[in-house]
């Protein structure tokens, strides 16, 4: 059993003893850590708070949990129910709420579930806050609220329409260029909340061919959620078929997008955020940002638009707060995470879709042949395990020493630009071990460089 608790929210495994997984005493806490914040800390005049969740066969029994603690500490609750992230996300300034809480563990398998904690405006508490909710949970520094200050109880199941509307509301969403277009798509949503809310976006969309793979929200998983290459077998297969012209994945709870050309290939979800960003820049120039461990494939498609592209450290709030401060007019993460401050500061896979759509219809090529006007580069994850006493620190500022002659990056770990690659080191929060990844122009390259940078820490760690 595992409890992981977080600045981003606290997410664990269903059942144990107290501490040891997600049960209803932690959650209780927890939940009341963050009620507490947020009466502290809110600006809006609001006593709502938002809940939604993805289909986790856990979901019901922590929502109900959830809201009785909520209401217990004197707050308004809206459950939305079952909805995606960024329909939560959305659904908390629609309703002008003083926050929300998702239940989800996002891309972990089903024994798995997890709280993630928004402001008012929808987006996941930054750091400061998310360590006070930390420190008021071990503290049990709560007060419930007397009887005639209980919260009370609304539950409102239109916020996956109002987040369709919002989607197709956006200028560069081009809903007849689509309609005409005639697409045949395929989706896999992995038996969670994405079977709910795609196949109404698509109709909407005007896309009257749908291929539906794992879309019954039953929260038993078909495969491992993660939408990588590895677990993705059965829509790949169904693509060769010559069924569809585009395939869509995402997972659990929405917010990553990946897709799989007509041919039955992987596109790269390092490439979902690079296609994205290509439209909106061709339509409104403006500065770009992704993490440091994503593709330098987006810093090659802003600088083709002249524009300015910046690196953020590795996190959603880390990206959406670089992205405001740069003025950014799209960002995300490698992971198929697309941030389009035209709808929210949040990841979006229905914006994702919607908008690859659009600048694929524009186009009027085919899924591998758009996939082949962007830079090819090939990415290898690697990591280097250590001891409990190696000074991990000691080490990468030695690294960084050593190629001081490169471009160097520290704000998330260490990042070297060489001219044609690049390696991010990061150290893990959890365990003795620094995460390698690498990017170069073949997959060859990116290991090699990989490996020679994990010999130098191996060298240095003896």
């Known amino acids: 059993m595992t409890l992981i608790k977080s600045i981003s929210g606290i997410r664990g495994t269903i059942g144990g003893g107290v501490g040891e997984g997600l049960n209803p005493l932690d959650i209780v806490k927890f939940t009341s850590a963050y009620a507490t914040l947020i009466r502290k800390t809110c600006t809006v005049k609001s006593n709502k708070i938002v809940v939604g969740r993805d289909a986790r066969i856990s979901g019901e029994m922590v929502k109900n949990v959830v809201v009785g603690t909520l209401m217990g500490m004197g707050w308004d609750v809206v459950d939305i129910d079952l909805a995606s992230t960024p329909t939560t996300e959305l659904a908390v300034t629609m309703e002008g709420a003083s926050g929300g809480i998702i239940l989800t563990a996002s891309h972990n398998p089903k024994q798995w579930n997890a709280l993630k904690l928004l402001n008012e405006k929808g987006e996941f508490l930054n750091k400061e806050e998310g360590n006070e909710v930390l420190r008021i949970a071990e503290a049990e520094a709560f007060d419930f609220a007397e009887v005639d200050k209980l919260g009370s109880y609304r539950k409102d199941l239109t916020y996956n329409q109002k987040h369709i509307d919002s989607v197709l509301a956006l200028d560069l969403v081009d809903v007849e260029a689509i309609k005409k277009a005639g697409f045949r798509v395929a989706i896999d949503c992995v038996n969670s909340v994405g079977g709910i809310i795609l196949p109404q976006l698509l109709e909407q969309l005007g896309v009257q061919h749908v291929e539906k793979l794992y879309c019954e ?55 979902t955020l690079v296609t994205v960003a290509d439209y909106v820049l061709k339509h409104t120039p403006g500065n770009t940002v992704s993490n440091l461990s994503s593709t330098r494939a987006l810093r090659d498609v802003t600088r083709k638009y002249d524009q300015q592209y910046y690196a953020s450290a590795v996190g959603e709030v880390n990206v959406t707060t670089k992205m405001k401060e740069v003025g950014a007019v799209i ?82 770990g260490v990042k070297i630009d060489f001219p044609d690659k690049w390696v991010h080191l990061r150290k893990s929060n959890t365990e003795p071990i620094i995460r390698v990844y690498s990017e170069a122009a073949t997959p060859e390259a990116a290991e090699e460089i990989g490996r020679q940078i994990m010999k130098v820490i191996e060298d240095l760690a003896k």
């Open 217 to 271: 929200p039953t929260g038993n998983f078909q495969h491992n959620p993660e939408p990588l290459e590895k677990n993705l077998g059965d829509i790949m297969n169904l693509m060769k078929g010559g069924k569809a012209d585009v395939a869509f994945v995402v997972d659990p709870d929405v917010d990553r997008l990946a897709m799989i050309c007509e041919d039955g290939k992987m596109y790269g979800e390092e490439y």
């Open 331 to 412: 960002g995300g993460e490698g992971n198929g995470g697309v941030i389009y401050p035209a709808s929210h500061y949040g990841r979006d896979a229905l914006v994702g879709i919607a908008l690859f759509l659009s600048h694929l219809a524009h186009e009027g090529k085919k899924v591998s042949e758009l996939r082949a006007t962007y830079p090819a580069y090939f990415m290898a994850k690697n990591r280097v395990d250590l001891t409990p006493d190696t000074d991990v620190d000691a080490i990468l500022a030695k690294v960084k020493e050593i190629y001081k002659n490169e471009e160097i990056n520290d704000i998330d």
